[in-house]
Structures are given as C-alpha cells and as structure tokens.
C-alpha cells in the first residue's frame, strides 16, 4: 500500500444512472475523491455494458475504466417496483448524477419529493434539448477544420468534449454540495455537452478571433500556431515535437543543433523579430528549412536529448504500446498508478486521481465492480428508505 492521505469527500453519497464517458467519468473523479457511488444499470446493464475494447472473455475494459471505485446495482427500471427502489436510492443518497432523458419518474419535480435538499446533475447533448455526442458536437466546433493538413475535417480521437464535460460534472456536483451545506436546499443543475464545447472554444479565444478579426488559423498540420513548433522525422524514422516557446527556448534549439548562426539569418531576410513568438511563427517554414536535415540526421533518442540538454521542450512520439511497456511514467514508478485485480480483465495498472494534497496521492485506486455485483448489499441495507433489511 502506498503512502496515501484520506479522501475528502468520504461521507458524501452519489447515484449514478448514466452511460458512455462524461457522466461516469464525473462520478468516478468523485468517488476516487472518497465519495460513495452507487452506479444504476437496466438489468443486463445499459448501452455502454459491452463496449470495446473487451478482454479476451469478452468484459468491457472501457466499462470497467470509467467505473472503477464504484458499487453496482442493477434494477428493472421500466418497472414501476425498480423506479420505486431506484427513488428511495436517490432520496437517501441526496444526489444524483444522469445523463437520460429526466421525465417521468426522473425528473426533478418528482425526485425532489422525496427528498426536499435533492441535488441532481442531468448531463444532455444540445443545449436546446436535442441529442449529441462527443464525435456530432465536434464535428460543429471548428476544430476538424484545423487539425491534420489538407482540405478535409478531422476528428480528435480524444473524447475531449465527454472529458471536460466529465470534470465539469465533478466540478459542479462539489458546488452545490458546498452551497447545500451553507443554505440547506438542493438543486437541479443541468449541463449541455454542446456547451462544454462552446465555452472552451470561447475561452480559447478563437470566437473572439473570427470576431475581431474576421477571420481564423487554418491547418497546420503538427505546426504550433502563434509560435514556433514543429514535428521532425530522424534517422530512425522515429519523429519528435518540439516547441518553442519561449527565448531561452529559441536560443537553446540553436545550441542543441548547432544551426544558432543560420536561424539568426532568417530574422532579416523575412524582415520578422525572432525574439518573438509570433515573429518565429512568421517565420515558421524557414525555420523549418534550416534545422529539418539536423534531425534527419539523428536518431530521435539523439534529438532529444541534446534538445533537452539545451532546455527546449521535446517529445518522441510513441503508440500506446510503447507508453504502457517502456515509458517509466507509465509505470508504478508514477505515483498516480496502483495496481489493481479488475475481474475479468486481470491485473492492471489503474491511476488515482491526479490530484495530489500537500503533495500526497489519494487512496489507492479500486477495481471497478462487476455489473450488478452490489445490488443484494445496496438493497439490503437497513438505511434505504422505505425498505426492511433483509434476514
């Protein structure tokens, strides 16, 4: 067991019926914060039960990701004997997470009468009501349009939108705990993935850009708008990024290469101030020019780490192969990973939640539960509301 601090927000009790990323990973980050989570699944679990990828025996290692530290109840919840359970769940535990559709006996209005200081997160798609996900929402914010390098859009295989969305569900679920200790009334927050989008491209500044400007960045391929990066293909035919962002940075790409003399020519020629980023950012393809046949002649573990002996920033690029077998920080060597026995998956490293507390990790992280293995526990317990213990 490593050396770990208690979880903050142990005593606080979440339900959870949802599916797929942003929702499950907002209940997670809760419960790896100490919270007790009680995932709600249609018996048979819910749409996302068998999603890939899968282990060899056919367990959903996507399922069992987003769900770790977590307790699983399944229920006929188009019954109305599991709509009643899964009510007297919600009302003891005091606060609930979802992404369906809150109608009927999961609205708010309805929930709320069972427990006056409800606090209840509903996740949806569009903010006009409509249903989206990550991939359809992306597809509107722009950034296809410049990602990759040539004439057609390109999806971000990272679910960013679900993520955020996720940390912003955490996030607003603490809020109104805090409030609801101070205030003692709870409250319906609702969240449109759609906005998630669209308040991280305005924070980005890229609506005020088109606003400003009339105008906006287009692909750059691997290029670093507003200031000097670039990807290099070396010897090995490995690639590496480099950035550069800032002076010292600019100087030591020189020092590492040897090419100080040459780059310092391009500042005249193109008539731009190098000791800027956007100067270099100007001037990006000549910079290109004069240090692209450096790499090609080292190997990328050469390339960086004479950059890094310099102090310029540089990465190798790696498959997720490489990250998990040879990357140390990919490793128990990293504080953020324990190691954990996920049933039907096997033994696994898993992280904590990155978040450290005067510089300590939280609690080991906990396999996820097997679909349902919780419900005879949950259903038994004397505090549920309205429902004898059972012998």
């Known amino acids: 067991m490593s050396d770990t601090r208690p979880a903050p927000l142990t005593g ?6 949802s599916a797929f990323v942003a929702a499950p990973l907002g209940s997670m980050t809760l419960a790896q914060l100490g919270a007790d989570v009680i995932r709600i699944d249609p018996i048979g679990g ?12 056919g367990t959903s290692i996507y399922w069992a990701s987003l769900n770790k530290g977590k ?19 919600i009302a003891e535990a005091g606060t609930l997470i979802t992404n369906l559709p809150a109608r009927g006996w999961l609205s708010y209005e309805n929930l709320k009468q069972h427990r006056e200081d409800l606090v209840m997160l509903r996740l949806g798609g569009w903010h006009d009501g409509s249903p989206a996900v990550d991939y359809t929402v992306n597809a509107a914010s722009g950034f296809p349009t410049i990602t990759g390098d040539d004439e057609h859009p390109v999806n971000n295989a990272v679910p960013a939108w679900d993520v955020a969305a996720g940390l912003y569900i955490s996030n607003g679920i603490m809020a109104a705990e805090l409030d609801r200790r101070s205030s003692g009334k709870g409250q319906e927050i609702t969240l449109a993935l759609s906005d998630v989008m669209l308040a991280t491209v305005g924070n980005l500044g890229y609506i ?6 009339g105008k906006t960045r287009g692909a750059l391929g691997n290029g670093l708008y507003g200031a000097y990066g670039q990807s290099f293909e070396c010897s090995d035919g490995r690639q590496v990024m480099v950035a550069v ?5 600019w100087r030591g ?18 008539d731009v101030d190098l000791n800027t980023e956007g100067g270099r950012f100007e001037a990006r393809e000549a910079i290109d020019a004069v240090v692209r046949p450096w790499f090609a002649t080292h190997t990328a573990a050469d390339a960086e780490e004479a950059l890094k002996a310099a102090g310029v920033l540089v990465g190798g690029f790696q498959s997720f192969e490489e990250l998990v077998t040879t990357d140390p920080r990919c490793s ?4 953020l990973f324990s190691e954990i026995d996920q049933p039907g998956v096997g033994r696994v490293l898993a992280p904590r939640v990155p978040l450290r507390f ?3 990790p939280v609690a080991d992280a906990k396999a996820a539960p097997q679909l349902g293995g919780d419900s005879e526990a949950v259903l038994g317990s004397p505090r549920l509301l309205g429902r004898p213990a059972k012998a």
């Open 71 to 89: 307790r699983s109840v399944t229920l006929d919840l188009k019954s109305e004997e599991g709509q009643k359970i899964a009510t007297d769940l």
């Open 253 to 270: 790409l020189g020092k590492a290469t040897g090419l100080s003399e040459k780059l310092e020519m391009i500042g005249p020629l193109l």
């Open 208 to 213: 005020a850009e088109v606003q400003a400007t």
């Open 46 to 57: 819910n749409i996302d039960a068998n999603r890939w990828p899968i282990s060899d025996d």
């Open 358 to 360: 005067d510089g300590t």
């Open 245 to 249: 962002i800032s002076n010292k940075h």
């Open 332 to 335: 128990l060597e990293n504080p």
């Open 12 to 17: 606080l009790k979440i339900v959870e019926i």
